[in-house]
């Protein structure tokens, strides 16, 4: 069985926070990254969470780490999501992290036959898979 960092290079570690400016501070001052920019209210059109289609807004911030993408994601709407159930389930920590892989098809279906499952996706603007 493969591992899932064979599939590709891992370059970003994202967090669902609740407080996204206290998490601003905290990557900037004490950890040393950024800058970071701040995307305000953007709605997640035509997600799919546990196969429904939702819309989802969210504030994200992205900065770099060194080489590292760091994001910041905070969910304003209640709509389901698995942003949504990381917050209410209190949880704090790396949420998931972003692979770069040259046949996201592949390793989807290399990563389901190994157990795994699909809890949110959408098909990226430019053919991408996220």
Same mark, same amino acid.
């Given at each position: 069985m493969k591992r899932i960092a064979d599939y590709g290079? =891992?370059?970003? %570690?994202? #967090?669902?926070?609740?407080?996204?400016?206290?998490?601003?501070?905290?990557w900037t001052q004490v950890i040393g990254a950024g800058p970071f920019f701040l995307r305000p209210g953007i709605v997640l059109a035509g997600w799919k969470y546990k196969a429904?289609?939702?819309? =989802?807004?969210?504030?994200?911030?992205?900065? #770099?780490?060194?080489?590292?993408?760091? *994001? %910041?994601?905070h969910q304003n709407c209640q709509t389901p999501s698995v942003y949504l159930e990381w917050q209410a389930q209190r949880r704090e920590g790396i949420h998931h992290f972003g692979i770069l892989c040259s046949d996201g098809a592949r390793a989807r279906q290399a990563l389901s036959a190994s157990g795994f499952t699909v *809890?949110?996706?959408?098909?990226?603007?430019t053919g991408g898979m996220f």
């Open positions: 290079e =891992i370059f970003q %570690l994202a #967090y669902v926070v609740g407080d996204l400016n206290a998490a601003l501070r905290h429904k289609v939702v819309d =989802i807004n969210i504030d994200v911030a992205m900065g #770099y780490w060194g080489d590292t993408q760091v *994001e %910041l994601i *809890e949110q996706e959408v098909d990226g603007p």
